[in-house]
């Protein structure tokens, strides 16, 4: 598992609901120059976090526990020891292409989006195997057996770093 964190430019307020943003596209598009494409391809999940507003943080909300949470990935990590267990990986984000093909397989629904995908956001190959990958945990987390539409969606949305157009104003 690899863990990086980055502001998305220089100020920190890109899309920020309260800061004015005072960074010029080039400016941006320096500062992102620093992380290559290629080491972004390495890097599974990039989401964004906004700041999250005081009187939201002191909310009472029905979240889900932790507990259930834990309980949620245990039953994951469990369905991927029995889908690895004559090999020598242990989760999927160890799976290579074969096992990609084997385990990853989507219908055409799920395959039109992921096209769609790749060529509105000009995603990589390595991006491609990633958002499977992504998509293969989201529905081991839902004990699913089979990757569905959404499961592929939500993992597109993990991509965010990938997208060509982000910086567009």
Known sequence: MSLYTSNPHPCGYFADPKHACRCSYQQIRRYRSKISGPLLDRIDIHVEVPAVPYKDLMRESNAESSAKIRKR??????????????????CNAQMSSRHIKKHCQIDTASRNLLESAIDKLGLSARAFNRILKIART?????????????HISEAIQYRNLDRKDQFKY
């Open 73 to 90: 990935v245990a039953a994951s990590r469990a369905i991927q020891s029995k889908r690895f267990a004559r090999t020598k990986i242990y």
């Open 138 to 150: 989201i529905a081991d987390l839902q004990a699913e057996p089979n990757l569905q539409v959404d």
